[in-house]
């Protein structure tokens, strides 16, 4: 069941598509075990290190005001164990974000010899800018969401009443929460434009419906935040923002359609 019309295509057997998707599997898979097993053994404690540098970072600020918030800045492990899962699901992360383009490349391969021309062309128009957004997500959780976020709660306690010890199980959880949603969230001007092509929706849509759209923002945002304000409006303005790429990026796909039939008789 091959869509594609090339002359002289040889046609696969459904038994044929499976192997060949499990030998694109495959490969993917041992990439993805090449640099799961690199993060392990050759550099685990640069990676660990890496990592840790959102708690760091949040903890020197709080060391330099004035007056200053001074804690333990070590990590409490609490398990003989946590370590260790500490540095597989670093390992499996590093894995997860560095094979990724490749387990891509395999899976459109398979997938997109069974589309028609046009289709291939919109994924591979949407697929680069997809990765790159989440990257940028990602980078700006990394320098900016998650040390404000700490710094925010980590100043929060009263030294006078409380001992501050936390936990390295719970940072890294926080830290991986914040990668994946942002990672996930950054999506949405193309996700946008993608509904905008499929016919649903418009520039002067979405500009109603953007006070809507905000008050949504905030909700989503105080859902997948600690329950404090400051994760939570630093969550809901980059999604703002975005919102607005998508506008302006749907703005520029209805000008170019307007003026297509012109051209074309031009």
């Given at each position: 069941?091959?869509?594609?019309?090339?002359?002289g295509?040889?046609?696969?057997?459904?038994?044929?598509?499976?192997?060949?998707?499990?030998?694109?599997?495959?490969?993917?898979?041992l990439?993805?075990?090449?640099?799961?097993?690199?993060?392990?053994?050759?550099f685990?404690?640069?990676?660990?290190?890496?990592?840790?540098?959102?708690?760091r970072?949040?903890?020197e600020r709080?060391a330099?005001?004035?007056?200053?918030?001074?804690?333990?800045?070590?990590?409490?492990?609490?398990?003989?164990?946590?370590?260790?899962?500490?540095?597989?699901k670093?390992?499996?992360?590093?894995?997860?974000?560095?094979?990724?383009?490749y387990?891509?490349?395999?899976?459109?391969?398979?997938?997109?010899?069974?589309?028609?021309r046009?289709e291939?062309?919109?994924?591979?128009?949407?697929?680069p800018?997809?990765?790159?957004?989440?990257?940028?997500?990602?980078?700006?959780?990394f320098?900016?969401?998650?040390?404000?976020?700490?710094?925010?709660?980590?100043?929060?306690?009263?030294?006078?009443?409380?001992?501050?010890?936390?936990?390295?199980?719970s940072?890294?959880s926080?830290?991986l929460l914040?990668?994946l949603?942002?990672?996930?969230?950054?999506?949405?001007p193309?996700?946008?434009?993608?509904?905008?092509a499929?016919?649903?929706?418009?520039?002067?849509?979405?500009?109603?419906?953007?006070?809507?759209?905000?008050?949504?923002d905030?909700?989503?945002?105080?859902?997948?935040?600690?329950p404090?304000?400051?994760s939570?409006?630093?969550?809901?303005?980059?999604?703002?923002?975005?919102?607005?790429?998508?506008?302006?990026g749907i703005?520029?796909?209805?000008?170019?359609?307007?003026?297509?039939?012109a051209?074309?008789?031009?």
């Open positions: 069941m091959n869509k594609t019309s090339d002359p295509e040889v046609k696969m057997t459904f038994a044929e598509h499976l192997e060949e998707l499990r030998r694109r599997l495959v490969r993917a898979g990439v993805i075990s090449v640099v799961f097993c690199l993060g392990w053994f050759i685990p404690g640069p990676l660990e290190s890496l990592f840790m540098l959102p708690h970072w949040a903890v709080l330099a005001r004035e007056p200053p918030v001074l804690f333990e800045p070590r990590l409490a492990v609490l398990s003989p164990l946590e370590q260790i899962f500490y540095r597989v670093v390992a499996l992360l590093v894995s997860g974000v560095a094979g990724l383009p387990l891509l490349f395999e899976l459109w391969g398979f997938v997109g010899a069974g589309l028609f046009n291939r062309r919109a994924v591979m128009r949407y697929l800018w997809s990765l790159l957004l989440a990257l940028v997500g990602i980078v700006f959780g320098l900016v969401l998650i040390p404000f976020v700490l710094e925010y709660l980590y100043g929060m306690p009263d030294p006078k009443q409380f001992v501050q010890a936390y936990r390295l199980e940072y890294f926080l830290f914040f990668t949603a942002l990672a996930a969230m950054f999506q949405l193309l996700i946008m434009l993608g509904l905008h499929a016919g649903i929706g418009s520039a002067a849509f979405y500009s109603k419906y953007r006070r809507h759209f905000i008050v949504g905030f909700v989503v945002s105080a859902v997948i935040t600690p404090e304000p400051v939570m409006i630093l969550m809901a303005i980059p999604m703002m923002l975005l919102y607005e790429v998508g506008v302006a703005r520029i796909a209805e000008r170019r359609k307007r003026r297509a039939p051209g074309a008789r031009g």
